[in-house]
């Protein structure tokens, strides 16, 4: 167990619909990552936020956007869903922003759009 | 860019044979290297790192050494366990572009008693 939290497990729906996913960090850890596994585009970063405010953005689409709370949960917000964003949707949390520093990845969230 | 490419798989062994699954990497400058492990139906887990050219990262019988000259981070098991079968990612973070990692395709290994 990596500490780090992801709900729900698993997510249907369909397309052109919005879901919400979210992560809690391992206590006490500022920086939270989410990445989106594919069989066609492996695993991808989408975007980092540490203490609050977004980090660094990677391959992360306009219909896409996260935030960081002050709790330090994270929660990544997908819309006008597409066939194409099935994938497993993986966060991850480090203690500091600090490059070396190792990443914890929780269980992930399988999102099946039909 | 920055990139990483690893061997295809599938990988297929018996238990005690000797494991090499090939890493390269691209990068402007000195990434720190990593291994992941994700075990079926789990998330990622680090299996290793290296942060520096010629550093040796080793864990549960598993290596791999940065070797800046090659652009490559092998990584090696010298008798593996059918436990070992899950997929292997090598992945990098490239200090100035941020924190985020950079993965590979993967591996899938599969070891049969």
């Known amino acids: 167990d990596s500490g780090v939290t992801q709900t729900p497990k698993h997510l249907i729906t369909a397309t052109g619909q919005r879901v919400t996913l979210r992560c809690s960090p391992r206590s006490g850890d500022l920086s939270v990552y989410w990445y989106q596994q594919s069989l066609d585009q492996g695993l991808q970063f989408l975007i980092q936020y540490y203490n609050g405010e977004e980090r660094a953005k990677g391959n992360i689409l306009e219909r896409f956007s996260a935030q960081q709370f002050p709790d330090l949960h994270s929660e990544l917000n997908l819309s006008s869903l597409e066939l194409g964003d099935s994938a497993l949707y993986f966060c991850?949390?480090?203690?500091?922003?600090?490059?070396?520093?190792?990443?914890?990845f929780g269980p992930g969230t399988r999102l099946t759009v039909l | 860019g920055n990139s990483v490419t690893q061997m295809e798989g599938p990988v297929t062994l018996s238990e005690e044979a000797f494991l090499t699954i090939n890493c390269t990497y691209t990068a402007t400058g000195y990434p720190s290297l990593f291994w992941y492990v994700q075990y079926p139906g789990e998330g990622l887990q680090l299996l290793l790192k290296a942060t520096k050219a010629d550093d040796k990262g080793s864990n549960k019988g598993f290596e791999a050494t940065y070797r800046k000259e090659t652009t490559s981070f092998h990584l090696e098991k010298g008798s593996v366990q059918v436990s070992d079968s899950a997929v292997y990612f090598c992945?990098?973070?490239?200090?100035?572009?941020?924190?985020?990692?950079?993965f590979g395709k993967g591996t899938t290994l599969s070891v049969s008693s």
């Open positions: 991850a949390s480090s203690g500091t922003s600090g490059t070396g520093d190792e990443q914890f």
């Open positions: 992945a990098l973070v490239f200090n100035q572009a941020g924190t985020a990692l950079i």
